[in-house]
């Protein structure tokens, strides 16, 4: 199994420019999450979504959106670029919630560095 | 005052010593706590979970205190591959939401 992957490992765009960054997990887990990881900060959570078709916004969702038109993928969307967005993004994928501490269990992709001119 | 803070550090140890990390959290429906792991310029990974009795795995011990709000990781005989982040994350139940903490670093030390 691959786990969670993530594509691009990096990537550098100019302010206005817009992209999108792909998730895919192969656990047939139902959870998926998008962070975003700031030096001196913990994760944060930008969006998530606990099933195919469903998505909802995390605490920092503004200036992003997000997919989840198949169980095993996940996608962040960029619309506009800015340098505020700077950041490593990691996504994470978990069997389910508040069912026990084994399930609730996040796993990571190796994370995608974000460069914003 | 942050949701989960954790001491930023970081922790010089010598190889072999014993090093404690501790953890707050405000929320006092919390429902489950997890310690991960985090190198550097890499993804976190589960380290444990810390289970209401405190539970043990090799080296590593995890406590909760849920009257006083506070979860511990404790390393004995500290390894140079123990170098790393260690993240304090907890799951409020009620809907979802994990917080994690900013991260304790460790460097142990030939």
């Known amino acids: 199994n691959a786990g969670v992957t993530q594509t691009p490992k990096f990537r550098v765009l100019k302010t206005g420019q817009s992209m999108t960054l792909l998730c895919a997990q192969d656990m047939n887990h139902e959870y998926m999450y998008w962070y975003r990881q700031d030096p001196g900060m913990g994760l944060r959570l930008i969006h998530y979504s606990v099933g195919e078709g469903t998505t909802a916004k995390g605490e920092v969702p503004d200036g992003y959106n997000v997919s989840r038109l198949k169980k095993q993928n996940f996608l962040l969307g960029l619309e506009s670029a800015a340098p505020s967005q700077t950041s490593v993004y990691f996504c994470?994928?978990?069997?389910?919630?508040?069912?026990?501490?084994?399930?609730?269990?996040?796993?990571f992709g190796p994370g995608t560095r974000l460069l914003v001119l | 005052r942050k949701e989960v803070e954790q001491d930023p550090g970081p922790f010089n140890v010598p190889e072999g010593a014993t090093v404690a990390f501790n953890c707050t959290y405000s929320?006092?429906?919390?429902?489950?706590f997890f310690w991960y792991r985090q190198d550097c310029r890499k993804e976190p990974k589960l380290l444990m979970s810390v289970y209401s009795s405190g539970n043990e795995d090799g080296r590593f011990t995890a406590q909760l205190n849920r009257a006083s709000q506070y979860i511990s990781l404790l390393i004995r005989d500290s390894k140079l591959s123990d170098s790393a982040t260690y993240l304090c994350v907890v799951n409020i139940g009620g809907g979802f939401k994990t917080i994690f903490g900013a991260g304790t670093r460790l460097f142990v030390k030939a």
């Open positions: 929320n006092s429906a919390s429902q489950s």
């Open positions: 994470a994928s978990s069997f389910s919630l508040a069912a026990g501490e084994d399930e609730e269990t996040q796993y």
